[in-house]
């Protein structure tokens, strides 16, 4: 399998006109492409400057003549959630015909896409970019591999490590999120130290001991995911049993 990473201004895609066309961002964690019907499902997230960002760019998408039906599902200040399904575009039709398919969620901001799409040889690549370089559209390849079960594993376990991490960060209470902050910005975690805690205590307001109290609850939620994502360190050969006692 043969992945490529690239981003593209579609001309004739709805999301690409309508992030152009307002301050709005759109990622699609769910897509379906019905070969059948040439056609593309997708459920979007819509993110925005502000609210009539967003009811602009949705606005946009609703109405453009590559959309065959529009639900929104949700709408909450600045952000919303839509059901969409559209035409295939120029680009899309022609990885289609290649025998190429989507891989990833894909995001659209500022009129550009950012796609993640498989072929399964490298002619059918070939034979894709032969005929997206004769299309209107601009697209630019940020990354081209060849993807084998070794890169697939470390894929998979590289998103498990960071999502591990992720959910340890999540957990901070926002005054933890505020004081590891700061003392990782000012330089406390630097060597040598370009801030003490007294530094830290000054900037927050609070004494040494509230900070030192709040940065140990921080680590160890940090450090407890990060530990239980790298797993256990296996044992070198030349290690003495009983740490050499």
């Not at 070794?150 to 960060?169: F, I, K, P, S, W």
Request: charge should be negative; aromatic fraction near 4%; include cysteine.
């Amino acid at each position: 399998m043969i992945s490529l990473a690239l981003s593209i201004r579609q001309a004739d895609c709805p999301l690409s006109v309508a992030s152009s066309a307002a301050e709005v961002a759109f990622v699609t964690p769910h897509w379906h492409y019905d070969h059948d019907r040439s056609q593309l499902e997708l459920r979007i997230l819509a993110d925005g400057s502000d609210r009539a960002a967003v009811e602009r760019g949705l606005d946009v998408i609703r109405s453009h003549d590559e959309t065959d039906s529009f639900e929104l599902l949700a709408k909450r200040d600045d952000t919303a959630r839509v059901h969409l399904t559209m035409g295939t575009t120029d680009t899309m039709g022609t990885v289609v015909a290649n025998g190429g398919y989507l891989t990833a969620p894909f995001e659209n901001v500022d009129g550009s896409e950012r796609w993640e799409i498989g072929f399964d040889d490298a002619a059918a690549v070939e034979r894709t970019l032969t005929v997206l370089a004769d299309l209107d559209d601009e697209y630019e390849i940020h990354s081209r591999e060849r993807v084998d079960p070794t890169t697939v594993l470390e894929d998979v376990r590289a998103d498990t490590v960071g999502r591990t991490v992720l959910d340890g960060a999540r957990r901070l209470t926002p005054t933890e999120r505020e004081t590891i902050h700061r003392a990782v910005t000012g330089g406390y975690y630097d060597v040598p130290r370009e801030a003490t805690l007294g530094d830290l205590a000054a900037e927050l307001g609070v004494s040494d001991a509230a900070v030192s109290k709040t940065l140990r609850r921080a680590e160890r939620k940090l450090l407890v995911s990060a530990v239980s994502a790298i797993g256990p360190v296996e044992q070198s050969d030349h290690a003495e049993p009983n740490g050499g006692r």
